[in-house]
């Protein structure tokens, strides 16, 4: 008798949800999507044809930095949308701890409810950072911020729709791959065919690491959708675009298409890295994601402060 591997059996399971969905109008969720400018940003909004239920994935707080003043514009076009589609929400997942804007699940959970979602080793991103900005034992380590930690290849349901969750690890050692349907939100796994990859350089990243994540990615059916977290409009491309599918990927990615070995990517994407600074809202990003996009505590006046780590990233 043939014996598969477990990382067969969660291969065959995740292809399956993907060709059963494919095979399914009803199965294959509509999308629609939010692009955030200031912070390049897609926040996305997915629901089955026909059950009413939806999920946020990756959503943005307005942050101005200069003046250290938050709002809730971006947030409240997306609330607006779902209360106009009679929608209700039953999941804001995040894709990773996002270093280049702020989260606003918890003001999208105080609007419209819904169970805030993230991979289990937000934990090693909360001991990491938790030591970066010198969070004291006020601030949990262990993820219980959150409603739901996911692991590696847990199914979920988002109304009618099957849900996979993939850890797919690499720009962050939290970083997970929601597989819904036919559609796949991959973080900052992959972006655009024509732009590449993320970077893998923040503390707990790894490129050897992000390099099998993207390959698990594009190990799935060719048809499969990809939504990206970011777009930045490559070269000679004058829209931005977070849509694309495995196919593509494998075909055109600048960075890891079909061909490219683990050594070639790892070598580049080494070499990239050092050359780039940190994205500019990485520290109130990160002290505010960390905590499942709540503020730290107020201090003594009332006043809630984000901090400053001098010479540490
Ligand atoms: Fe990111």
Request: proline share 5%; hydrophobic share 40%.
């Amino acid at each position: 008798m043939n014996r598969m591997s477990h990382a067969e059996i969660e291969t065959k399971n995740l292809c399956d949800v993907v060709t059963h969905a494919l095979g399914r109008a009803a199965k294959r969720p509509e999308v629609t999507s939010f692009f955030d400018e200031p912070t390049n940003t897609a926040s996305h909004v997915v629901r089955g044809p026909t059950s009413g239920r939806c999920a946020v994935i990756d959503s943005v707080l307005d942050y101005d930095a200069a003046s250290g003043r938050t709002a809730t514009k971006s947030a409240d076009k997306l609330i607006a949308f779902i209360r106009e589609q009679g929608l209700e929400v039953e999941w804001i997942l995040e894709t990773h701890v996002h270093a280049d804007h702020l989260s606003a699940a918890p003001y999208i959970k105080e609007k419209l409810g819904g169970a805030l979602g993230i991979g289990e080793n937000i934990r090693v991103v909360q001991d990491v950072f938790g030591k970066v900005f010198n969070a004291g034992t006020e601030f949990q380590r262990d993820g219980s911020q959150f409603d739901h930690l996911f692991i590696d290849g847990e199914c979920f349901t988002i109304g009618d729709l099957d849900a996979v969750a993939l850890h797919t690890p690499g720009h962050t050692p939290a970083c997970m791959t929601y597989v819904i349907g036919d559609a796949a939100f991959v973080g900052d796994t992959l972006f655009m065919p024509d732009y590449g990859t993320a970077r893998a350089d923040f503390p707990g990243g790894d490129a050897r690491t992000l390099y099998h994540s993207a390959r698990r990615v594009l190990s799935l059916p060719g048809a499969t959708r990809l939504f990206l977290c970011h777009d930045y409009k490559a070269p000679g491309r004058s829209e931005f675009r977070w849509e694309t599918t495995v196919a593509a990927e494998r075909a055109h990615n600048v960075h890891i298409h079909d061909g490219v070995s683990e050594d070639e990517f790892v070598g580049m994407r080494t070499a990239r890295d050092a050359q780039l600074g940190m994205p500019k809202l990485i520290l109130p990003s990160v002290q505010v994601n960390m905590r499942a996009g709540k503020f730290p505590p107020a201090e003594g006046d009332g006043q809630t402060y984000l901090k400053i780590p001098l010479n540490q990233l």
